[in-house]
């Protein structure tokens, strides 16, 4: 055998763990959302993915080990979400930098529908490693949204009287709170409208706010 056959048996091979192991997470994803974390074993994950128990274990060591990779995705996509607001010229006003970073957090979480409502639901005080994660996530869109905030006051597009980290808490908290309610409350994804909804966050927060 050449080492170009090797290499692309090699390939392949890495291939194909690659999407039996994504396979594996899609089929615990939807087996929590039906089920429920807490009441989801290890055999119905198993039995969902149609794979040997060994198999499992070849790629996750147990279900929280699952569940954490599943949230390091969708925590990955969110802070991909977050793009600092730009003061050059040529770009989009303040507001509406802040309403698009607003906007994109809520479509990812409305895309992940059935991890966000397992995080909202029922990880609270599951795992220390999940809590340390969704923390470190919402305090690092807080200091975006200070930040933002501070950069505005400089630019007399914030009033200078506005606690930065007050206002940051206000607007960070309102979005927690649309996700679980109008996020998790449509029955199907495309019943969101993120725009909509990101828009109106940053009217109602934002009024006593902008200058």
Do not use: W
């Amino acid at each position: 055998m050449t080492l170009a056959q090797q290499d692309g048996r090699t390939r392949r091979a890495n291939a194909i763990r690659e999407q039996r192991r994504a396979y594996i997470l899609e089929s615990a994803l939807q087996v929590f959302g039906e089920r429920g974390y807490h009441q989801t074993r290890v055999a119905d994950i198993i039995a969902a993915a149609g794979i040997a128990r060994g198999t499992f274990y070849i790629y996750f060591e147990s279900k929280n080990a699952i569940f954490l990779e599943l949230l390091t995705g969708l925590i990955k996509d969110l802070r991909a979400s977050v793009v600092g607001v730009s003061m050059s010229a040529g770009s989009a006003p303040f507001k509406e930098q802040l309403v698009a970073s607003i906007r994109r957090v809520l479509q990812t979480f409305s895309e992940r529908r059935a991890l966000t409502a397992i995080l909202l639901r029922q990880a609270v005080g599951l795992d220390e490693e999940v809590d340390r994660r969704m923390e470190e996530f919402y305090d690092n869109l807080h200091r975006f949204l200070v930040l933002s905030l501070a950069n505005g006051q400089r630019l007399g597009l914030v009033r200078d009287e506005v606690d930065q980290g007050i206002a940051a808490t206000c607007i960070l908290g309102a979005v927690q709170k649309v996700v679980e309610r109008e996020v998790l409350g449509s029955e199907v994804a495309s019943d969101f409208d993120a725009e909509r909804v990101a828009r109106a966050i940053i009217d109602a927060t934002g009024s006593g706010v902008l200058s």
